[in-house]
């Protein structure tokens, strides 16, 4: 790859300034408190199944604890999860409460631009969380790129996939009525095949070999660990929040926690299955147990049942330890896509699963006014938004000035990061002690 300049000391602060300045005149002109007067029935195209009408009836902060639940899963677990490389922490967490604080306010705007009320953005709880909803399509896009982008480029990502979000999400729930509570089409596999168009547009030959940095330590992967407990722990309340309140809210908090339960005891089976030795490997419990929740989030408001939910589950927990051990590889040696994060096998291949979970539901008459006609062609729009505005967008963020980190330089917090010297010590030992390892190995 050519060298270019790393040095982001005005890059970045001019386009994050310009950003917040722009988005703080928007909301200045359109956004106003929720005064419970709106005339609007819904809060967002993510909802439009969901009459937010009971959910007016209620105190203005009623859904607070869902969006605190939430709130904890965007900046906490995601961050946390993709702590596992072993010189790439702050990036990891740091960058991701970078991206989740200016996205959740672009969300808020452009998610909401379809239903003014008198020209104005009412806020309220329930449109924070999607807010929240639509910067996690970006944090998972985020995960296929980790460690090979740099801060200005992945803002200017989280500035155009919102967009294209905001843009597919109106089409496939507010002008379709696709049912999808838990957004396993329109957010798990968009921010997932987004990703990885943007991540094939900006394949590095260089890394196809792999890089010293691109590994885990023992305590990297304790720390990413703590990631995948928040999700896990809080993922019924991602896929409840917007659900009808009563029995559609308790169903949907019902069959994810089912589905998130099967789905772990499938993964530890399927991890130890393939592994030398019956080993366990830590990748896997860190990111195939959580397959259950993307997976079951279209149909998780559904009359599925608590058995179709386990078997749900245990699906995405196969396939998505599967992902892991053989076709991640492919992917990165046949094709040129070059997952960090493994984003496909957690929330590629398990939301769509999640859709075709959705349209067998609507075929079995699961939910009233769903049709699996339109569930499926909800499915399509999500995955052609994704490839091909991931596919501008990584065209875009491949120019030569946006600081980009040469090959060398990839998975390591020091180049955009002060990084304490007895870390940088430390960091080089790992390297020395790896290349002991894998001469000793060979």
């Known amino acids: 790859m050519p060298a270019y300049s790393t040095n982001i000391r005005l890059k970045f602060p001019i386009l994050a300034l310009i950003l917040e300045l722009v988005t703080i005149l928007l909301y200045a002109l359109f956004v106003v408190y929720d005064d419970g007067k709106t005339s609007s029935h819904h809060d967002g195209d993510h909802d439009k199944d969901n009459s937010t009408d009971h959910h007016k009836e209620e105190s203005p902060v009623a859904l607070y604890p869902m969006f605190q639940d939430v709130h904890v899963m ?11 490389l072993k010189r790439y922490g702050f990036s ?190 830590m990748v896997h419990i860190q990111n195939a147990t959580l397959a259950g929740g993307v997976a079951v989030g279209t149909c998780a408001d559904m009359n599925i049942g608590p058995f179709g939910a386990m078997v749900i589950g245990v699906t995405a927990g196969i396939i998505s330890t599967l992902g892991f ?17 493994g984003v496909h096998n957690l929330h590629g291949m398990p939301g769509i699963l999640g859709g075709l979970a959705g349209i067998l539901a609507a075929l079995l008459g699961r939910k009233e006014s769903v049709t699996p006609g339109i569930q499926a062609a909800a499915l399509a ?39 304490p010297e007895e870390e940088e010590e430390a960091g080089e030992r790992l390297t020395q002690a790896d290349h002991s390892k894998n001469k000793a190995e060979a």
């Open 74 to 84: 965007i900046f906490i677990g995601f961050g946390f999860l993709m702590t596992f």
């Open 92 to 281: 990891s967490v740091g960058i991701n409460l970078l991206l989740a604080a200016f996205g959740l306010q672009w969300g808020l705007l452009l998610q909401n631009i379809w239903h003014l009320d008198d020209g104005k953005i009412k806020v309220s709880i329930e449109k924070m969380i999607n807010a929240d909803f639509s910067t996690a399509t970006v944090l998972i896009s985020f995960g296929a790129v980790l460690g090979k982008t740099s801060p200005v480029q992945l803002l200017i990502m989280t500035l155009l996939e919102i967009t294209t979000f905001c843009l597919n999400e109106h089409l496939a729930v507010g002008v379709l009525e696709a049912s999808d509570v838990g957004a396993s089409m329109t957010i798990h596999a968009f921010g997932a095949y987004f990703g990885l168009a943007v991540a094939r547009v900006l394949y590095r030959p260089g890394l196809r070999n792999g890089h010293d940095n691109e590994g885990s330590v023992y305590h990297s992967d304790l720390f990413a660990m703590i990631g995948t407990v928040y999700l896990w722990m809080f993922w019924p309340s991602f896929n409840s929040a917007i659900a009808d309140p009563g029995t559609p809210q308790l169903m949907a908090i019902t069959n994810t926690y089912f589905s998130l339960a099967a789905c772990a005891l499938a993964a530890y089976a399927t991890s130890s299955l393939v592994e030398h030795n019956g080993k366990l490997d």
């Open 325 to 341: 051990k053989f076709l991640s590889p492919i992917l990165a040696s046949n094709l040129g896509i070059q997952d960090t994060c």
């Open 381 to 419: 729009s999500s995955l052609g938004f994704a490839l091909v505005g991931g596919a501008i967008t990584g065209l875009i963020m491949k120019l030569p000035f946006w600081g980009q980190p040469p090959d060398q330089n990839c998975f390591d917090d020091s180049i955009y990061w002060e990084v």
